[in-house]
């Protein structure tokens, strides 16, 4: 039977790039974003918000109805913003209630399941900025660093029932988040050669990331070859976090 897989925040970057790998290892894939998403052959679209816990919860029930369980899941939806940590309320909320909140609506939704039937894997996207303090980015960090201990204690909890819980931690990564920072180029020559001013560490291997970079080490931490992987951090960031 076709493993069953759903990946949110799949219209664009780094999400999209996990719907193609998951798509070429035989998965059958179910995309969800808040923007529409182009179906293909073994994937479906579905549009939802992953703030909004009836919505997803509506999504879950529909794919599992029509496609059967759900064995993969890949939190990949994510928001960035970015600002002084003193100014910063509105975006703390913001940044809360997608990137910690909308986490534990989808994986609730989908991990009753699985620990029901003793079996799935679920990846979180998260950033190397969970670890490393960067100045103007503290409501962001504060999410991602929320996100992988919530993550981390959920596959505490599901071990016994075999279901894996990892986190993939991105750093600088090519993706429409990423050019909205301004000129593509003048934003990965900076991160790449990093910033002492601003207490920041360039990208030993000298570029930033490509999102199927990220995909790839997802579709590891999903795989029988991970299997004895579970609450595990796996930093794809060219060795700029130092790991």
Known sequence: MTRVALVTGAAGGIGAAVVRVLRSRGLHVVAVDRAPVEAAPDVDAHTADVTDREAVAAVVAQVEATRGPVDVLVNAAGVLR?????????????????????????????????????RGAIVTVGSNAAAVPRTGMAAYGASKAAVTSWTKALGLELAPYGVRCNVVQPGTTRTPMLAGMGPLDDVEAAAVAGDPARFKVGIPLGRVADPDDVAHAVGFLVSDDARHLTMHELYVDGGASLR
């Open 82 to 118: 970015t600002g002084p940590a003193l100014d910063d309320a509105d975006d703390l909320a913001a940044l809360l209630a997608t990137n910690v909140a909308g986490v534990a609506h989808v994986t609730r939704a989908v991990a009753r399941g699985m620990a029901g039937r003793r």
